[in-house]
């Protein structure tokens, strides 16, 4: 599904360039639920956009799906991200002004899908996270955990094979982000690759594979099965988080 190789990337600021990723190379199946962990700026977002076709990277080679993603144009690049990615954001990213429902619907609207239908489709995912009754509030009348949930359902509705998730739990206090971490458990299982960012131990930890990213490379990656290990190795962090 995803296979990166030695993929690097610089930010270019006027005189100064900062080289965030020096070599990953990572290969991601169909149906795993991945989660990326790192210090703060170690370049968790850049590698997830750089996935979601949302950044260019300047060497290596990245495929998705058997296509390699280089220089593509942004048409091209829109057209397999519209058609394979779905992505869920730490701030939520809804429209203030449309409900639960519209908000769900605006992939479907982009594609042309007329009102009723789309909104029709809408109310599925919307009871597919435990919203259905939400669905005509809009964004200020809901909790955050209801709001990452009609996220959620937002992102599923184009059907894609992969939901890319930026610090998804990142706003949401412990219980929220379990609840969330149960509907992305829940989404994985019908066989969608889940790859997610965060900087906490214990969501990381409900995920299959840990890719751990540091100095611009990936320090290791830990599978489900070596948790334990993992779990010792974090537990200082984890008894002060
Ligand atoms: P993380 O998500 O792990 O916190 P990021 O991928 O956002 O890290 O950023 C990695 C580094 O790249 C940081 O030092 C950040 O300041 C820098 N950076 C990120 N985006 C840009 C940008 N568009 N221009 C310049 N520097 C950037
Ligand atoms: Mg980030």
Same mark, same amino acid.
């Given at each position: 599904m995803i296979s990166i190789n030695n @993929?690097? /990337? $610089? %930010?270019?600021?006027g005189h100064n360039s900062l080289h965030v990723?020096?070599?990953?190379?990572?290969?991601?199946?169909q149906g795993e639920f991945v989660s990326?962990?790192?210090?703060?700026?170690?370049?968790?977002?850049?590698?997830?956009?750089?996935l979601g076709?949302?950044?260019? %990277?300047?060497?290596?080679? %990245?495929?998705?799906?058997? $296509?390699? @993603? /280089?220089?593509?144009?942004?048409?091209?690049?829109?057209?397999l991200r519209n058609e394979l990615v779905g992505f869920v954001f730490q701030s939520f990213n809804l429209i203030s002004f449309k409900?639960?429902?519209?908000?769900?619907a605006l992939p479907l %609207?982009?594609?042309?899908?007329?009102?009723?239908?789309?909104?029709k489709i809408a109310m599925e995912y919307l009871e597919k996270v435990g919203l259905l009754e939400w669905a005509t509030h809009?964004?200020?009348?809901?909790?955050?955990?209801?709001?990452?949930?009609?996220?959620?359902?937002?992102?599923?509705? $184009?059907?894609?094979?992969?939901?890319?998730?930026?610090?998804? *739990?990142g706003a949401l206090d412990t219980s929220t982000s379990y609840e969330v971490m149960e509907i992305l458990k829940e989404i994985n299982?019908?066989?969608? *690759?889940?790859?997610?960012?965060?900087?906490?131990?214990?969501?990381?930890?409900?995920?299959?594979?840990?890719v751990h990213l540091k100095d611009g490379g990936i320090d290791q990656i830990i599978m489900n099965g070596d948790l334990k290990q993992f779990k010792s190795q974090y537990a200082k962090q984890l008894e002060t988080a």
């Open positions: @993929v690097h /990337k $610089s %930010y270019v600021t990723l020096k070599g990953i190379d990572l290969d991601i199946e990326i962990m790192g210090s703060s700026g170690s370049g968790k977002s850049t590698l997830l956009n750089i076709i949302l950044d260019n %990277y300047d060497e290596g080679s %990245y495929y998705l799906n058997g $296509s390699l @993603v /280089k220089d593509m144009s942004e048409k091209k690049a829109a057209q409900n639960a429902m519209e908000n769900v %609207y982009y594609q042309g899908v007329p009102r009723k239908k789309r909104n809009l964004p200020s009348e809901m909790s955050g955990g209801q709001k990452q949930r009609v996220a959620i359902a937002r992102s599923l509705i $184009s059907q894609p094979k992969i939901i890319l998730a930026d610090e998804p *739990t299982k019908d066989g969608i *690759t889940i790859i997610l960012v965060t900087h906490e131990h214990d969501i990381a930890a409900m995920t299959q594979k840990i």
